[in-house]
């Protein structure tokens, strides 16, 4: 056989190769642009972590969280959109406008139920105008009205067992909820999770009374919601949580075990 007709062939095959499988492969091609460090991530995280402008409550929970190890593991986009869910007091939401830089915007979220738990820290968060780039953004799940496909970064730190707590007051769809995540993150996005870890097996069962969740079970429930898994980060695995106490036992508050999950939204 010449050359021209063997590169022909090759080039038949290589194009119907392509064809079935084109999707996967911008899937992938996403991915891979994630781990190696995509231009728009910023190289800042160090510097925004220790800026002397930080409270010192922030400071002090650096020690347990980690956060330098957590957000370059996750990427934070420069000059994008990050959406902190259930941001509580807003402690990540102040590291990510530092790292991400004047022209990035991060909507620092609470529903009612979460602004009664962060009590004044939101106001104090934001007072005097300390934080430009933040925006408070108060509202239940059902009523985010973030365009789509305009979101860069979703971040849940402690927040993602709660789809599956049921309390009075308390009762979130998590299909519901995944469908606004898929509308709001930009194609190649990134959602972070962030969770306290639970016993195997116990699925979504330790939510309810430990506010724990079991690893495997979360990635397979937000797998199966549609987003593509990247990668773990150990950064906050701590072998002498016993992972079957309440979280906010005194034992182990502030120190439990931890998974850092990073998926992305699928490119098409």
Same mark, same amino acid.
């Given at each position: ?77 420069? /000059?994008?959109? @990050?959406? +902190? *869910? ?5 402690? &990540? ?7 991400? =830089? ?101 699925? /979504?069962?330790? @939510?309810? +009374? *430990? ?5 495997? &079970? ?7 919601? =549609? ?42």
């Amino acid at each position: 056989m010449s050359n021209d007709r063997l590169g022909q062939g090759m080039i038949v095959r290589l194009s119907k190769l392509l064809q079935r499988s084109g999707k996967r492969l911008l899937r992938s091609l996403v991915v891979v642009s994630l781990f190696l460090g995509a231009p728009t991530f910023a190289d800042s995280i160090d510097d925004a972590i220790a800026s002397p402008d930080r409270p010192a409550a922030d400071r002090d929970r650096d020690v347990n969280s980690h956060p330098a190890e957590v957000l370059h593991f996750v990427g934070v986009p420069v /000059s994008g959109v @990050a959406l +902190d *869910l259930f941001a509580g007091g807003g402690y &990540y939401s102040e590291i990510l406008t530092r790292a991400m =830089g004047p022209e990035g915007t991060v909507y620092m979220h609470n529903n009612a139920a979460y602004l009664g738990f962060a009590g004044d820290a939101v106001a104090q968060r934001l007072a005097d105008d300390r934080l430009p780039d933040v925006v408070r953004y108060d509202r239940e799940l059902d009523a985010i009205d973030l365009p789509d496909d305009s979101v860069d970064l979703v971040l849940m730190v402690m927040t993602y067992h709660d789809l599956y707590y049921k309390t009075d007051g308390w009762d979130l769809d998590p299909d519901t909820f995944f469908v606004m995540l898929h509308r709001v993150l930009k194609p190649g996005g990134t959602l972070a999770v962030v969770d306290h870890v639970a016993l195997p097996g116990t699925g /979504s069962s330790s @939510a309810q +009374d *430990l506010h724990r969740i079991d690893p495997a &079970y979360a990635r397979m429930d937000i797998e199966d919601h =549609g987003f593509e898994f990247v990668g773990s980060s150990d950064v906050l695995e701590n072998p002498a949580d016993p992972l079957n106490i309440s979280v906010f036992d005194p034992a182990i508050r502030g120190k439990t075990s931890k998974f850092v999950y990073k998926f992305v939204e699928p490119a098409d």
